[in-house]
């Protein structure tokens, strides 16, 4: 089980999933690459979707297990990434964890007859730095938190708003 930071929960509702899953599909890799240096790197970020915002497919090379899995929810925040080829130089990145609704992933985090609401279904490290090696920029996570970082509460032309529901508390909605 992991504990977040105190950080506010973002609750996305069902009207504002496909506009910003429309928006996440609309970037190219340049476009992902500039929104995603604007991130600042101290930031971190929890949302949860009303409805799924899209699938990611999860490769368990260990298991043999390959499964699709529906996008309910993400958590990311900085990390220090160090390559084994260049152990003097520590490069900024993001980790974002794919949280899922997945009936058997859930079964799977059982405890004590107690089933979480939702549970993570894989990690993905993004390095938002090009460094001469293909990094893996182009997923459905990484497209749906740079729309949620550029097309959230930027202005009236955008149909995405946010309100505060309290201090621990957020939703957006589409106007």
């Known amino acids: 089980m992991r504990t977040l930071p105190q950080l506010p929960l973002t ?4 009207s504002a999933v496909p506009v910003l899953t429309r928006a996440g599909e609309s970037y190219d890799a340049g ?4 929104i995603l240096e604007c991130v600042e790197w101290n930031e971190a970020g929890w949302v949860l979707f009303e409805t799924s915002a899209g699938r990611h497919r999860l490769d368990d090379t260990i298991t043999g297990r390959v ?7 993400l958590y990311w925040h900085h990390v220090d990434v160090i390559f084994q080829e260049l152990p003097d130089k520590k490069l900024d990145g993001m980790v974002i964890h794919i949280l899922t609704r997945d009936r058997g992933l859930r079964r ?9 609401s939702v549970v993570e279904a894989e990690v993905d490290v993004t390095l938002p730095a090009p460094i001469g090696i293909a990094p893996k920029v182009d ?18 032309s955008v149909p995405l708003h946010l309100e505060m529901l309290e201090e621990q508390t957020r939703t957006v909605f589409a106007a």
Do not use: K, N
């Not at 609750?11 to 069902?14: C, D, F, N, P, S």
């Not at 499964?67 to 929810?73: A, C, E, K, M």
């Not at 997923?139 to 009236?156: M, Q, Y």
């Open 11 to 14: 609750w996305i509702e069902r």
């Open 31 to 34: 476009d992902l690459w500039d």
């Open 67 to 73: 499964l699709d899995v529906s996008i309910d929810g």
């Open 108 to 116: 799977d985090h059982a405890s004590t007859g107690r089933r979480p």
């Open 139 to 156: 997923s459905v996570p990484v497209r749906l938190v740079a729309a949620l970082h550029d097309e959230v509460g930027v202005d009236e």
